[in-house]
């Protein structure tokens, strides 16, 4: 019976297909897919070299030799091939090379299989040709079979004390490769004529191709570096074997000015190159360095040991600037952080809040951190564990709502004030806005938070003391996330007719946001201004709102933000400031001026015809007992007792 070879061929398309790919998505960068395509390669070389032994009386005695060691020698590379992969994606080396028992069981065979094959020719061990160019087994052929199977086996063990580093699709891809190996040698071996034993082995790589060489697994496609899934998964191992992970975090801080300065298309193109170039521009510091793009804006590298970590730092410290502006005028804004990840960070749960919240917290001035001279600091610790303060603020009530008064410069009484959250935690003691709202609107408890405030405000509206003290307004902030609540204009409602208290006491600020559905915003708007509810603009001059749009808002009041009250003095903002005052009143919109701290700005904006002024010169935010106080003696309200 001739040989069939069909297998082989099919199999060795099979490959070539698999090998096309991998190199087009461009995965061939990552360690262990390199190890991947090692295996891909053997098993094709063998296809190869086996194909031509279906022909023995046309290609020869000695070209039948050559052959079937190549086969031999590629065929008993793949088992070992498997363990390394396995040992690649798990990221254990470490592990390894730090007990030689687990060296020496996974060298010694191989280099035992490695020498029956490579001295066969003369000892006919595994094999010989006979003069008439037949192929036939050695007697010692079971050897190499014996130690393909110990392979394996090995293999087999290390996957199942391994099988937490894979989702269970992973793991039957990797698993499968064994029993359908094990099933195709046995079938070979007693029908010699079937060359499938490759063909099935090419079957299971499609599985592994499909389960774990994925560009979705490994690379970002956006920039072409590898994912963030990659980086969580390289650092959760770090965690499980307590192994040193040394690493640069890079944030860009206007990273999406980007955008707004290119089309789509071509911030894209930019951001591509740009993460290319961050990707190999260090390869002669750490030729093993590993880049990751973990979110927008913000890139990682692990080194090799912390003090190239630290090279790398400073050169990106003075490199990335230019790197930025090779196609674009941009100057970039970054914050570089070095760490070693498995010391510094407790568990993936504290690492990936670090990384969630890199946006919207650390102001540190400084262009590199180190995160070992930080990480005893309170507001380090504060950020990182912010979303455990929140949940338990919320849950131990430990958020109170402060007052800041607002002075009336027409009656010269203070009438109304604005009111402010504050975080009281019990752990850490008082915690500002700027630390815990931006992540609270991140993850959605700013509803919650903005409710509290809301129920505290009526609740104090609805008391007799409210109305003896003079008050008639209260204002408080929304954030974008409530704005853009469809169900707003109902939950105040509900919070109004609960309290039984009169709309126009209850001024709404919100400020423009470039994240906020302006559709939902403005539906809200009209129907909350329905019922009676005014309306300011918090940071004028700050926020995201055009001329047309502020125009077509339906305010009763606008906020000029401190940043350009601070500038008061200046000839140009002078000028800007009187003519934005003179627009906004001729409109007949209210005016209140935020973040005065000085008589001299005080005089200025009442002399500009401001209506209303807040900010420190007055008072600070007070809490609730203190307001009732300040307010008492500043308009002389006896209260009746």
Known sequence: MRDIFYFDAAAELVLILLLFSIFVKKLHRNHSTKVFIAIIMCCGIACVAEIPTCFPD???????????????????????????????????????????????ALTIPYVIAMGFILTNYYSNAIFYIDNNGEYHRGMFVFVVYLIA???????????????????????????????????????QFFNPGYYIELFVSTLSFIMICSAIETPEELLDQKTGLLSMKQFINMSWKSFKFHRSQPTVILKVKNYFELYSLLSYRNAHKYVKEMSTEFGRRYRNIDSKYK???????????????YELALVVANKLKDDFELLSK???????????????????????????????????????????????????????????????????????????????????TKNNKFETAEALVRLNSEKYGFIGPDLFIPQAEKNGRITQIDTFVLEEVMQFISSPLFKALGLKAIEVNLSFVDCSDPT?????KKLLTKYNIKPESLNLEFTESYDANFDIVDINIKKLREMGINFSLDDYGTGYSNIDRFVKLPLQIVKIDKSLVDRYLDDDMSMVLKNTINMIKDLNRKI??????????????????????????????????????????????????
């Open 58 to 104: 046309r290609i020869g005695k000695d070209l039948m030799w050559f052959c079937n060691t190549i086969y031999y020698l590629a065929r008993n590379t793949m088992p070992i091939a498997l363990i390394i992969y396995l040992i690649s994606i798990t990221e254990t080396w470490d592990i390894i090379k730090k007990k030689k028992l687990l060296i020496l």
């Open 326 to 408: 090779r196609r674009v005028d941009f100057r970039i804004n970054i914050n570089i952080f070095v760490t070693d990840i498995s010391k510094d960070f407790s568990n993936i749960t504290e690492l990936n809040s670090f990384i969630n919240n890199l946006h919207s917290k650390y102001s540190y001035s400084e262009k590199i951190t180190e995160i070992s001279k930080i990480k005893n600091e309170k507001r380090y610790i504060i950020e990182n564990n912010i979303e455990s303060i929140l949940d338990e603020g919320l849950k131990n009530n430990e958020f109170e709502v402060y007052y800041q008064p607002i002075f009336n």
């Open 488 to 492: 707003l204009h109902e939950r105040i």
């Open 149 to 187: 199977f110990y392979y394996l086996i090995y293999s087999l063990i290390y996957l199942i004390i391994c099988h937490k580093f894979f989702s269970k699709y992973q793991f039957v891809a990797l698993f499968s490769v064994i029993p359908f190996t094990f099933t195709a040698v046995i079938i």
């Open 291 to 305: 880049t990751y793009f973990l979110e927008e804006g913000i890139y990682a590298a692990v080194f090799s040991n």
């Open 592 to 641: 209140v001026v935020e973040g005065t701290e000085t008589s001299n700005q005080v005089e200025a904006f009442i002399n500009y015809g401001c209506d209303y002024i807040q900010g420190f010169y007055y008072s600070k935010p007070l809490e609730k007992d203190e307001f009732i106080n300040f307010i008492k003696e500043k308009n002389n309200v006896e209260l009746i007792q």
